[in-house]
């Protein structure tokens, strides 16, 4: 089954790019509706196709990149998640000001969670610029680096193993609340690296 990408920017097309790179298929939407993403189809390539934003829930593994503020209103009242996996690529900024949002004291993720009640949420994909988490992550005779963390250590190894297979080397920094590790702004994690092991 195709991965869901929620969200058709900047991160939603470096993340549907690095799922086709990995040899699967892509579903994506954003808030307007897929008649307005023939563009970005067709930049995507083969494998990649529009739907709406309800639609894309049924996926088994859904990746959401939409800027902190809206995240609540796009998600509310999307189909159950009943145990699939999420995808947080989001870093909590308020807009236009980008400020650090009131996380309350929890992680980014912690609270993205709540938002996609009955999902296992993989904290990844956050920390590069979206070009460069476009790019071959195969460098300078290494791999660039995404940090994860999540609860659930099966939805880990499952996105963990797509973005190694398009070439990352992924480092599992444990569970969810560990996001604060590398969530933007201001984790001490949050920085662009590159793997030579
Ligand atoms: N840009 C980066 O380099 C970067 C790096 C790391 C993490 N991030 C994080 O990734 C997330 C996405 O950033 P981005 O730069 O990709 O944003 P973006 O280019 O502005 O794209 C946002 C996408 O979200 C959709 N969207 C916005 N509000 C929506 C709503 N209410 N309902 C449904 N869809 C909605 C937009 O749909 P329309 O196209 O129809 O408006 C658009 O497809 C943010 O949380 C950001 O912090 C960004």
């Known amino acids: 089954m195709a991965v869901g990408i929620l969200g058709a920017g900047n991160i939603g097309q470096a993340i549907a790019t690095q799922m086709l790179r990995a040899g699967e298929e892509v579903v994506i939407a954003n808030s307007r509706g897929p008649e307005t993403l023939g563009e970005v189809i067709e930049k995507l390539g083969p494998g990649a196709s529009a739907a709406t934003f309800a639609e894309v829930p049924t ?3 859904v990746a959401v990149a939409i800027p902190w ?3 609540p209103g796009a998600l509310e009242g ?3 998640w009943n145990g699939r996996i999420v995808i947080d690529a989001n870093n909590a900024v308020t807009q ?9 004291g929890r992680s980014s993720s912690e609270v ?8 296992r949420v993989v904290k990844t994909a956050n920390i590069l610029l979206a070009s460069v988490l476009a790019a071959d992550p195969v460098v300078d005779s290494g791999r660039r680096v995404l940090f994860m963390s999540g609860d659930d250590a099966g939805a880990k190894d499952a996105v963990g193993g797509l973005f190694a ?7 599992d920094l ?6 604060r ?3 933007v702004p201001g984790a001490p994690l949050a920085r662009s690296l590159i793997a030579t092991d």
Request: net charge negative; proline share 10%.
């Open 96 to 104: 236009p000001d980008f400020k650090a949002a009131d996380l309350g």
């Open 59 to 61: 996926c088994d593994i």
């Open 181 to 183: 590790l590398h969530q």
């Open 78 to 80: 999307l189909p159950e």
């Open 112 to 119: 993205f969670a709540d938002f996609v009640p009955g999902a």
């Open 165 to 171: 297979t398009a070439g990352f080397r992924m480092i």
């Open 69 to 71: 503020d809206h995240i």
């Open 174 to 179: 444990g569970p969810l609340e560990n996001g």
